[in-house]
């Protein structure tokens, strides 16, 4: 069975100022469509019917645009909706929702992938964890030569400009619906201290690798990328 979808998409979205101030995030266009449209073309590719969007930030229009939009691929879904009076952090939305019986998938809603949401189920019911993270290995270059010091402050080394990997959370999750008994209902919660009080309590959590295409919009330079990575690659996220 296919699971129910969970998109986050109540952020203030302060790092993509100014587009957000008149904009939710999920609603900036890449290419022709806004980011939400595309990930829920995604979903329903994947066999994804019932979503639940949380919402905060501008929930007025990212309701009127679902409402105006249900053509095509969206016209075959079920959406409903939760918001917050408060900020509740990346987890804390999850304990408004009712009826997360089943296995779901969380998604942030500002997020560029290719990545095959049944396959990343598949993955998660195999380890039998309670929370899969998606997960990318990202590059990140320091523009500066780095200096390498001993303990009295004498030159060893110097690296130019070094480029560094590290494997970063996608903002794509699948979860069993016990550990929404971690969350509060009504208290603020963010995803990071979510996995530590799970880790804390030895609960099993996975990491699925992806090597596909991934991009956060989250700063102004990475929407720039968004739409240069959306056009070079467009069929790869429509297929």
């Not at 105006?68 to 952090?89: I, R, W």
């Not at 992938?113 to 929370?131: G, K, M, P, V």
């Not at 999750?173 to 509060?184: D, F, K, M, Q």
Request: hydrophobic share 45%; glycine share 6%; proline share 5%.
């Amino acid at each position: 069975m296919t699971p129910r979808a969970v998109i986050l998409a109540g952020g203030k979205g302060t790092r993509l100022q100014p587009f957000s101030l008149t904009f939710p995030k999920p609603l900036v266009p890449i290419g022709d469509m806004p980011v939400l449209e595309l990930l829920l073309r995604q979903l329903h590719r994947c066999g994804v019917r019932d979503v639940t969007l949380a919402l905060g930030h501008l929930a007025e229009l990212i309701r009127a645009f679902l409402a105006q939009h249900k053509t095509g691929a969206l016209a075959d879904m079920n959406f409903s909706f939760v918001e917050e009076t408060e900020p509740l952090g990346t987890a804390g939305a999850l304990a408004l929702i009712p009826e997360l019986t089943e296995t779901f998938l969380v998604l942030n809603g500002d997020l560029l992938t290719n990545l095959d949401f049944q396959e990343l189920i598949r993955f998660h019911r195999a380890s039998a964890a309670e929370l899969t993270i998606a997960s990318y290995v990202k590059k990140v270059q320091i523009d500066l030569g780095v200096l390498e010091l001993d303990d009295r402050s004498q030159l060893v080394g110097y690296v130019e400009k070094p480029e560094k990997e590290y494997r970063v959370s996608m903002g794509v999750y699948v979860y069993e619906p016990s550990v929404l008994n971690r969350i509060a209902r009504g208290r603020y919660l963010d995803f990071p201290d979510l996995v530590l009080r799970l880790l804390r309590e030895k609960r099993p959590v996975a990491v699925y690798p992806f090597d596909g295409l991934w991009l956060d919009i989250g700063r102004i330079e990475d929407y720039a990328r968004a739409q240069e990575m959306f056009a070079e690659n467009r069929s790869a996220f429509l297929r």
